[in-house]
């Protein structure tokens, strides 16, 4: 199937622990990012790749590192987890930049910090 | 203060009826886009508007983008229980960040 895969699906862990989540998209798209989403549904882009170069970083704390080893994968790597980075976590892509391509999403990895 | 204002928040329905969701914003938009999220799923993009006053259909859905591009409706006729979700406008103000809407979550009871 052509998709937007994430792993894992959900993630429980402990404050202080460093986590990853990975995301991979077999579409042939040039441009992947980060989304997060928090309990009131609000998503919010943290990270944009396009063909393996960063071009988005919104004010996310450095403890949050993507890391895009070719332009079908898009990782995200998390330290010192804390429990407000308790959130949903979406990876998408699209073709490439430019205002009016939509959007391939992800399913989502769901992180718990406790 | 969100650059996508939807309305409203919550809607819960009876099949069979109708609904309006509504995005607005004081910025222009060069197109704007409608995704519906499921539970457990991430979003899904349902359309794309680019021209000022543009209408599309999909089916029982209906989306107007305004003349000014500035705001963006989605009007469901007859809705029926599969169209339970959150609906979810976007825009790119500038470059390469698609922006959200706060969502308006649906619920159409049977």
């Known amino acids: 199937d052509t998709a937007v895969s994430q792993t894992p699906k959900y993630l429980v862990t402990q404050m202080g622990n460093d986590k990853s989540i990975k995301c991979e998209q077999n579409?042939?798209?040039?441009?992947m990012y980060w989304y997060k989403q928090d309990s009131k549904k609000f998503l919010k882009i943290m990270f944009s790749?396009?063909?393996?170069?960063?071009?988005i970083n919104e004010t996310v704390p450095n403890r949050f590192s993507p890391k895009s080893p070719d332009k079908a994968h898009l990782n995200l790597h998390i330290n010192s987890l804390e429990l407000g980075d308790s959130a949903v976590y979406f990876c998408?892509?699209?073709?490439?930049?430019?205002?009016?391509?939509?959007?391939?999403f992800g399913s989502g990895t769901r992180l718990t910090v406790v | 203060t969100q650059l996508l204002e939807q309305s409203p928040q919550f809607l819960s329905i009876q099949e069979g009826e109708n609904l309006t969701v509504y995005c607005n914003s004081s910025?222009?938009?060069?197109?704007l886009q409608w995704y519906r999220q499921e539970p457990g799923e991430g979003p899904v993009l349902l359309v794309t508007?680019?021209?000022?006053?543009e209408v599309k259909k999909l089916k029982r859905l209906t989306f107007q983008f305004g003349d000014a591009r500035k705001d963006s409706s989605l009007h469901i006729t007859a809705a029926q229980p599969g169209d339970t979700g959150l609906y979810l406008c976007?825009?790119?103000?500038?470059?390469?960040?698609?922006?959200f809407g706060g969502g308006t979550r649906v619920l159409v009871k049977p």
């Open positions: 790749y396009n063909n393996k170069e960063l071009i």
């Open positions: 998408a892509s699209r073709p490439r930049v430019g205002t009016n391509y939509g959007y391939t």
């Open positions: 508007v680019v021209t000022g006053g």
């Open positions: 910025s222009v938009f060069s197109s």
């Open positions: 976007a825009g790119n103000p500038a470059g390469n960040k698609l922006t």
């Open positions: 579409l042939g798209h040039d441009t």
